[in-house]
């Protein structure tokens, strides 16, 4: 009798730490380890992972103790953020160049909670840029008083680098990260698609952008191809 329940005690141990073993692997180490790719590591000095856990969007290059990865990441790369243990805390969009070496996209928390935007920048830009809708037209913009407003503003909706304001029919986008250039085609396509959308300006902050080491010479002109010569703009209910 005393055997079987030692027995019964053993097993249940067992089971109940099984689960124990499963969550010490979370779910950015998880997708991280089947990328067909594989994945750098932007590893954090000792006492700087607080800071970017409680929210700062973007790890300076000197909060960074060293980068793992053969070969090493170029600019616009997906890498993970981790800790001194090189356990992962996030997720973001690297620069080789620019003092602000990683732009974080994700932390451990969100990609629990939104686990298709991990490592996937098309599917991220689309959920975040449907977010700043959803949260503008909670607030009731546009409307017929007022068609003129921010729709995506930078760190505010979690896509550092990235502005877009609406103004009637047409779209501009501000680009001030090298990366945003690099999903130039992908972010336009998610603009186009809003409702009443039919004119897109592309704007690069060409000062900016030439400290995250982009090459100019591949930018291009000032896109306005597509950009009416008039608009009717409308504010609190007046016309401007």
Excluded at 28 to 46: D, E, R, T, Y
Excluded at 124 to 130: F, Y
Excluded at 132 to 146: D, F, T
Aim: glycine share 8%; net charge positive; charged share 20%.
């Amino acid at each position: 009798m005393v055997i079987g329940s030692r027995l019964l005690m053993s097993r249940t141990l067992s089971l109940a730490a099984a689960p124990l073993t499963a969550a010490t692997t979370t779910t950015l180490q998880q997708i991280a380890s089947n990328h067909p790719k594989g994945l750098a590591k932007v590893v954090l000095k000792k006492g700087k992972t607080q800071l970017f856990k409680d929210g700062s969007p973007m790890v300076y290059s000197g909060a960074v103790d060293r980068i793992i990865g053969r070969p090493p990441p170029k600019t616009g790369d997906a890498v993970l953020v981790t800790d001194g243990t090189e356990t992962p805390i996030g997720w973001g969009l690297y620069n080789s160049v620019s003092m602000f070496c990683v732009r974080l996209m994700q932390l451990e928390d969100d990609a629990s909670r939104d686990p298709s935007s991990v490592l996937n920048v098309d599917t991220l830009l689309k959920n975040r840029i449907n977010a700043a809708i959803e949260l503008r037209n909670s607030i009731g913009l546009p409307s017929a008083k007022s068609n003129a407003y921010r729709l995506v503003n930078s760190e505010g909706d979690r896509l550092s680098g990235l502005i877009v304001d609406i103004f009637g029919d047409e779209a501009v986008i501000a680009s001030s990260a090298a990366w945003v250039e690099k999903y130039k085609q992908q972010i336009k396509a998610c603009i186009g698609k809003i409702d009443n959308v039919n004119h897109i300006t592309w704007r690069p902050s060409i000062d900016i952008l030439k400290e995250e080491g982009l090459d100019l010479s591949d930018l291009g002109d000032v896109d306005l191809s597509n950009s009416p010569k008039k608009l009717r703009l409308w504010r609190t209910g007046f016309p401007i």
